[in-house]
């Protein structure tokens, strides 16, 4: 129950009208009021390219206007849908957002929200339903309808014609989430783009989670051929982050903020795009097995028929499977249609129609040019394939063994299986740096040895780390191995090498590039240059670093170097992923003797390294950059 506040005589600015009871007749009248009068505040918040800083549009963000007994916008629209009368606020509110937008002469796309239900209930083909779309508004084609979240589902059929009448009157289509709760939405409407929560956004620069959640998502856009949208970007490093994922667009209070007369983005921003190297973490953090989880794992067997089969028995067959999404259609073993669950119902479910089409053959129904996948292909590569099709294969496709008819495959099933796979990932990434830890490194290199497939192995330590991170305490210790890691992610070529954190000052590269000798050495320069500003300036320039040591004696350290120990690793002759880490292990110590930013390059194979010993590893080759 709403109760009245006693305060001191209110100015204009503060009177409020004060409610005995929530929902009752003054709340309605209030409401109608506000939507006759169009008594609302509109505030544009800016949505830009991520990696330009180009403005694709402004959200209009609606709040109560002058006067009303609504402090904010969560009320006012609370107290909509307690009344009824939510379809008539939000028309409301899109009517002023689209006069305000054009008396402003904003460029760009206008994203209004909607929640599902007042689409429905709006008169889609009357004067008062959309109005914002009629002509000499707004052009069409730079209106982008918001599907909000909300706690029940419209009618899809519904929903689904009130879509297509928008899509017709040139408006795209987004969704706005809480969450992913409507994910259900993706495969329905095919959205031009897809809002991502603050709740995935917030903090996603240290959070393994939800960096690998946005990750998955971002895959799943892509099938889809949706972009995404970055809500609540209220940080740099967050910023940095979703550049680093490949996010499309963002908005938020650190690009700029909602105002009545929009602001443009932040000069920060500028500059952040033009220092280059966006992302203060890995580009690539994917456990490797996942490329040998195939489509094997998402196939659906399902009968199939002949193009011949009168269409009454495909009736049947859909009725009495209410889960069956498609029929494939082959002939002697080998598939040569799709018959769509929903595309086939939509043409022939009405009751005239299924009298006249029962006795036809289905063949005229079907997609003569389905999507056939190879069962044997990984997840990973199918979702890249169904990314280079076009979006009617993303509902169902078909599997084949050999070219002969396999099953089906669901489109949802397998950006279920991407996100399964993304967040197993996770849990094996060191917390500091969010690299790939010790489980996939060595499933990594035991799938390169079992396909015989040659490659160069790298182990890179900190020297003098410990003698640093008593120096200078923890906080900059971690720095230091973020510094490590970013230096190193970026010598590595994303489509073929690999980078790991064993833990602490090690890390793991797996080279399959076959410039890796002169990628170690300019990660060596990097290192030596950036990890200066990591000192201070009177240990830089004395070129070492004062401590105690247990009696607190004074005690001086080198100054904190990168050695690098290179194995290249023929298959023949590494018997496992075991012998691989013995092997890199010595060349990381032959490259922690040389001093200073080194690479060490191991040239015997193990039978050599087993006759001689280390004195011997002058057989080897070295390259050290001294000092720093």
């Avoid at 929200?113 to 009357?126: C, F, Q, W």
């Avoid at 946005?214 to 099938?223: E, M």
């Avoid at 009751?351 to 044997?376: A, I, S």
């Avoid at 602490?504 to 797996?510: R, T």
Wanted: net charge neutral; charged share 25%; proline share 6%.
């Amino acid at each position: 129950m709403r109760t009245e506040a006693r305060a001191a005589t209110p100015t204009v600015a503060t009177a409020r009208i004060a409610f005995p009871e929530e929902g009752g007749e003054r709340e309605a009248e209030a409401l109608e009021a506000i939507c006759k009068q169009s008594n609302i505040e509109i505030r544009f918040q800016p949505v830009i390219r991520m990696t330009t800083g180009e403005i694709l549009g402004y959200e209009a963000k609606p709040h109560p206007g002058h006067g009303v007994p609504f402090s904010n916008a969560k009320e006012l629209f609370a107290a909509a849908s307690r009344n009824g009368s939510l379809a008539a606020l939000e028309l409301a509110c899109c009517a002023k957002a689209v006069a305000r937008f054009v008396k402003l002469g904003l460029q760009g796309k206008l994203l209004l929200g909607m929640s599902p239900s007042s689409i429905v209930e709006a008169d889609l083909y009357g004067d008062s339903g959309f109005e914002f779309l009629r002509p000499g508004a707004l052009e069409p084609g730079r209106v982008v309808v918001q599907l909000a979240e909300q706690q029940s589902k419209p009618n899809l059929e519904q929903l689904c014609e009130a879509v297509m009448l928008l899509r017709s009157r040139g408006a795209e289509i987004a969704i706005s989430d809480e969450g992913f709760t409507s994910i259900w939405l993706w495969g329905d409407f095919r959205p031009e783009l897809v809002k991502v929560s603050v709740h995935f956004v917030k903090d996603v620069h240290r959070n393994a989670i939800r960096f690998q959640f946005l990750k998955a998502i971002q895959q799943i856009a892509d099938v889809c051929g949706s972009r995404l949208v970055a809500e609540g970007i209220n940080d740099k490093s967050d910023y940095a982050a979703l550049l680093d994922i490949g996010i499309a667009f963002g908005q938020g209070s650190f690009i700029a903020r909602a105002a009545p007369v929009p602001v443009p983005p932040k000069r920060e921003i500028a500059d952040l795009i033009r220092s280059g190297g966006f992302s203060s973490l890995p580009q690539a953090l994917q456990l490797p097995t996942t490329s040998r989880v195939t489509g094997e794992k998402i196939l659906v067997r399902v009968p199939a028929v002949v193009p011949g089969t009168p269409c009454e028995k495909i009736f049947d067959a859909f009725d009495t499977a209410p889960e069956l999404q498609a029929l494939p259609v082959v002939v002697e073993g080998r598939p040569v249609g799709l018959i769509s669950r929903n595309s086939f119902l939509r043409q022939c479910s009405k009751p005239d129609n299924r009298e006249l089409f029962g006795r036809l053959p289905c063949e005229r129904f079907m997609n003569t040019q389905p999507l056939l996948v190879e069962k044997r292909l990984s997840i990973h590569e199918i979702s890249a394939l169904l990314i280079r099709e076009e979006l009617r294969h993303v509902e169902c496709f078909i599997f084949t063994d050999q070219g002969a008819y396999a099953g089906i495959g669901m489109g949802r099933d397998l950006i279920r299986e991407i996100t399964l796979l993304q967040l197993e990932a996770a849990r094996y990434a060191n917390p500091l740096t969010l690299l790939p830890g010790n489980v996939p490194i060595d499933e990594h290199i035991a799938a390169l040895l079992e396909a015989k497939t040659p490659f160069v192995v790298a182990y890179c330590d900190i020297n003098h780390f410990k003698a640093f991170n008593d120096a200078y305490g923890y906080r900059r210790g971690d720095e230091m191995i973020r510094l490590a890691a970013r230096t190193l992610s970026a010598a590595c070529d994303g489509k073929q090498d690999f980078i790991g954190h064993i833990g602490g000052d090690d890390f793991l590269l797996v080279f399959r590039s076959d410039d890796w000798k002169s990628r170690c050495e300019r990660a060596l320069a990097t290192f030596a240059r950036q990890s200066q500003s990591l000192f201070d300036q009177a240990d830089w320039i004395r070129g070492t670093l004062k401590g105690e040591d247990r009696s607190g004696r004074p005690l001086y350290s080198p100054l904190t170097t990168l050695a690098i120990g290179a194995v290249p690793v023929d298959p023949e002759t590494y018997g496992s992923h075991l012998r691989v880490a013995e092997a890199a292990t010595e060349a990381k110590k032959q490259a922690k003797r040389m001093g200073g930013n080194a690479l060490f390059v191991e040239r015997r194979t193990p039978t050599m390294r087993t006759r001689s010993g280390p004195e011997d590893a002058a057989s080897a080759s070295g390259q050290a950059l001294h000092g720093q």
